[in-house]
């Protein structure tokens, strides 16, 4: 993005930033966003803004919770003698949600492995017998055996 003087007015930079005016202006009380006021009192926003914007998203988009978006805002008000500690805030949201993808991954395996039970009983490839837990119990084997190898 060419950056650029110009003034969006709260519905084109909602519309730009993909959010809703109501949003904007609640993100402005909480103090994520801060708008800029015309000589006549009116409401806008700028290029930079929009980045901000994005960055606010990604961060909430890791599931960083708005009393820690508050406080990474509030660190990048205060300067540069912040950086470790916004680094800090960084580094737990970055792990929070890979801890949150490796729990999905889990998840989707099992019901991968739902989904192939399925179609066995399906095509008669699994006994009729065999319960999904029978089934699933040879995945669980498997992950053990291949951890005792490594």
Not at 76 to 85: K, V
Request: aromatic share 10%.
């Amino acid at each position: 993005m060419v950056e650029t003087n110009r003034r969006y007015r709260i519905g084109e930079f909602a519309r730009l930033v993909g959010l809703s005016t109501y949003t904007l202006r609640y993100y402005e009380d909480q103090g994520l966003i801060k708008s800029q006021r015309d000589e006549n009192g009116v409401r806008y926003y700028t290029d930079l803004d929009i980045r901000w914007v994005g960055f606010i998203l990604h961060l909430k988009g890791t599931g960083m919770r708005l009393n820690e978006l508050k406080r990474y805002v509030t660190l990048r008000a205060a300067g540069d003698a912040t950086i470790p500690e916004r680094r800090a805030l960084l580094q737990r949201a970055k792990d929070d949600a890979e801890a949150d993808i490796a729990e999905l991954q889990m998840h989707l395996a099992v019901l991968s492995h739902k989904i192939d039970w399925y179609d066995g009983k399906i095509d008669h490839t699994i006994a009729d017998s065999e319960s999904f837990h029978d089934y699933l119990q040879q995945f669980n084997q498997e992950g053990a055996d291949q951890f005792g190898k490594e």
